[in-house]
């Protein structure tokens, strides 16, 4: 999307433009242990003491005037989202809660358009749902862990890389609150992936998370080593 922008800007400063193009071009840090001072929108590039974009902190009003009219006029909801997760982080406005308000909407409707890559479904769902938890709103907290249930459970029947469902099920088995789906789909998750070691230990690692007995994490790890071993018996054998 910052590509198409660029090559519609006249490359003026006060080409509105110009603004929308400095919001796409954040870098977003869905991981909390990867960010740094400057939260979750980090630059794309750095320079010694240079960076693009300049910090969240240091943009113009102007620019964020610009995001707060494109935010609710995109017509892709990961676009507008970005627009409102920024002017969230950056607090803009009497009422900024608005905007992480927004911004979960927006990456929830991300979601539903299933139009981006994997990587960007699961950051739309686990942004909306870290907005919820930031916001401390029960209500929203249980829409973005309804839709990241939905979206683990359409990875499944569309079997599709796990790399949606297992690190959002990773997730969900951290919730403070049980999720009632939550051992039906890591069961799913075993038996559409579970031909993978590496991707059977993952969805093991989390259904060791749902059990209660030592003896029965025990059992689940043994599953994990016997998959590795059966892998690398199966590899001598073709050698």
Same mark, same amino acid.
């Not at 870098?27 to 960010?35: A, L, T, V």
């Not at 907005?131 to 929203?140: E, Q």
């Not at 790890?221 to 054998?237: K, W």
């Given at each position: 999307m910052?590509?198409a922008?660029?090559?519609?800007?006249s490359?003026?400063?006060?080409?509105?433009? *110009?603004?929308?193009i400095?919001?796409l071009?954040?870098?977003?840090?869905?991981?909390?242990e990867?960010r740094?001072?400057r939260g979750?929108f980090?630059?794309m590039?750095?320079?010694?003491?240079?960076?693009?974009p300049?910090?969240?902190?240091?943009?113009?009003?102007d620019? %964020?005037?610009?995001?707060a009219?494109?935010?609710?006029?995109?017509?892709?909801?990961?676009v507008?989202a970005?627009?409102?997760?920024? %002017?969230?982080?950056?607090?803009?406005g009497?009422?900024?809660?608005?905007?992480a308000?927004?911004?979960?909407?927006?990456?929830?409707?991300?979601?539903? *358009?299933?139009?981006?890559?994997?990587?960007?479904l699961i950051e739309?769902?686990?942004?909306a749902?870290e907005?919820a938890?930031t916001l401390?709103?029960?209500? %929203?907290?249980?829409?973005?862990?309804a839709k990241?249930t939905?979206?683990?459970?359409?990875?499944l029947?569309?079997?599709t890389?796990?790399?949606?469902?297992?690190?959002l099920l990773?997730?969900?088995?951290?919730q403070?609150?049980?999720?009632?789906?939550?051992?039906?789909l890591v069961e799913?998750a075993?038996?559409?992936?579970?031909?993978?070691?590496w991707?059977?230990?993952?969805?093991?690692?989390?259904?060791?998370k749902?059990?209660?007995s030592?003896?029965?994490?025990?059992?689940?790890?043994?599953?994990?080593?016997?998959?590795?071993r059966?892998?690398? %018996?199966?590899?001598?054998?073709?050698?």
């Amino acid at each position: 999307m910052s590509s198409a922008l660029k090559t519609l800007s006249s490359k003026e400063r006060d080409d509105p433009i *110009e603004a929308l193009i400095v919001g796409l071009d954040y870098h977003f840090r869905s991981y909390p242990e990867q960010r740094d001072e400057r939260g979750p929108f980090g630059p794309m590039m750095e320079f010694g003491d240079r960076v693009y974009p300049m910090p969240l902190a240091e943009l113009p009003d102007d620019v %964020l005037e610009v995001w707060a009219q494109a935010a609710p006029l995109c017509p892709l909801g990961a676009v507008g989202a970005r627009y409102a997760d920024l %002017l969230w982080e950056r607090r803009f406005g009497d009422e900024a809660h608005q905007w992480a308000r927004g911004a979960i909407d927006l990456y929830l409707q991300g979601v539903d *358009e299933r139009f981006d890559h994997p990587h960007v479904l699961i950051e739309m769902a686990r942004r909306a749902y870290e907005l919820a938890r930031t916001l401390n709103d029960p209500g %929203l907290v249980d829409v973005t862990v309804a839709k990241m249930t939905e979206l683990v459970r359409w990875s499944l029947q569309e079997g599709t890389t796990p790399g949606i469902a297992l690190p959002l099920l990773e997730v969900l088995a951290d919730q403070r609150e049980p999720v009632a789906e939550l051992g039906e789909l890591v069961e799913g998750a075993i038996e559409t992936y579970g031909n993978d070691p590496w991707h059977l230990e993952a969805a093991l690692e989390i259904k060791s998370k749902l059990v209660s007995s030592e003896e029965e994490k025990r059992s689940l790890h043994e599953t994990q080593v016997i998959a590795f071993r059966d892998r690398d %018996l199966r590899g001598s054998l073709h050698t």
